[in-house]
């Protein structure tokens, strides 16, 4: 554009009224196509959810809503703690069998009621819904409620995982909250409960 005689400090140009450009530099203005390429910008104002800011929200809501809780992963950073300051349990009550206990141990969240586990919370950040609900699966045997938390692209994929053995007799145990979801229930439960 000819009329931007300092290249470096541009935006001054477009600033204040109205300026007399030539022909050129106005076809150059409104013919502009920018390449196909280019990346799309970030939404403005959209949280950034990370595994460790759902680990903290959900072990928060646990606590407020008097449950012991317990976090596979207790090292996140979270606001100005860790999770695992957060979490009331450093290790896992021993309510079965030692088998079922290594598996239970790898679960993100876990809250618990009388040493047993009422809420299991897997996130899936990055990794398979699939292996989520085969960890949880694990301990049907108790009165466990089994919920994957992950962006709301993955339900159709819990939606259809749950649908097939071995989950589909239990299926009613099964829940997917997304992150949103997970973001509203901490909020509301900060309202009520604090």
Known sequence: LQFISSK?????????????????????IVEFNPPKSE???????????SHALLQGMLIE???????????????????DTTVGELATLDALPEFTSARILNTAKLIDVIWFEDEFPVCCFEIEHSTDVTKGLLRMHQLIRFQTQFFIVAPEATRRKFETETSKSPFYQ?????????????????????????
């Open 8 to 28: 470096d400090h541009y935006g001054a140009y477009f600033q204040g009224g109205v300026k007399r450009i030539t022909e050129a530099d106005y076809y150059t």
């Open 39 to 49: 990346a799309k910008l970030k939404p403005r104002g959209g949280p950034d959810y």
């Open 61 to 79: 809501v646990g606590n407020m809503l008097g449950y012991d809780t317990f976090s596979a992963d207790q090292s996140p950073t979270y606001r």
């Open 170 to 194: 239990t299926q009613g145990r099964y829940y997917f909250r997304s992150y949103e979801e997970v973001e509203a229930l901490y909020t509301l439960t900060k309202q009520f409960v604090t």
